[in-house]
């Protein structure tokens, strides 16, 4: 069973302005990407060497770079972007919400995570059951177009630890695989699909 996270192409939001901030359209760069994007997919877009990407169906985030990201896949894979509200971004900054330490391997602080990141990491678990369940009950991979704080965020509840943060690529792909009973994460950030004009963060 495999599911793929896409964070949305690149949009004018900025850093500290919460949901309102980050539900801004696409810039004409994020359309050139996420039609990039849907174009690849369409065309056999292959992970590596051997592994071609197909999607049985797309669901994104309500926030509008999401929507408009996911609707340039629907034109080109012929499949609904279903709208799924566990997928949206939050609504402060999840980067200072992380613990620290002053040293790469020093011990971490002893600093509690806050309810409201508590909060984001149960509705991004919540995002990722519901994302298995379709992809159960279609047995086709499922792609789901989202945010960096979300995808961040999934990753971290996979591994079970909240000392790490990604800094994620507009338009990368982010790719989990269940297998064996446990969960395997085959790539991180992909961008190899974008030419280099179009690759930001």
């Known amino acids: 069973m495999r599911i793929y996270l896409v964070r949305h192409g690149q949009s004018p939001a900025r850093a500290g302005q919460g949901r309102r901030g980050r539900d801004t359209a696409l810039s004409p760069l994020g359309h050139r990407q996420a039609g990039h994007l849907a174009r690849w997919l369409a065309g056999d877009g292959r992970l590596d060497g051997d592994t071609s990407l197909t999607v049985g169906s797309v669901l994104t985030s309500p926030l509008t770079p999401a929507r408009e990201t996911a609707e340039h896949l629907r ?27 002053t040293a790469p391997f020093a011990r971490r602080r002893g600093r509690l995570l806050s309810e409201r990141y508590l909060d984001f990491r149960a509705q991004a678990r919540a995002a990722l059951v519901e994302l298995t369940r379709r992809a159960e009950e279609s047995g086709q991979p499922v792609l789901a177009v989202t945010h960096g704080d979300l995808i961040s965020t999934v990753v971290r509840a996979v591994a ?8 994620l690529y507009h338009c990368g792909i982010t790719a989990l695989e269940w297998s064996d009973g446990r969960w395997r994460l085959s790539h991180v950030n992909l961008w190899d699909h974008l030419p280099v004009p179009l690759r930001t963060s």
């Open 75 to 101: 034109e080109s894979l012929g499949l609904p972007a279903r709208v799924q509200h566990t997928l949206a971004a939050a609504d402060f900054q999840v980067f200072p919400e992380l613990p620290s330490a």
């Open 160 to 167: 079970e630890s909240d000392t790490f943060c990604l800094r």
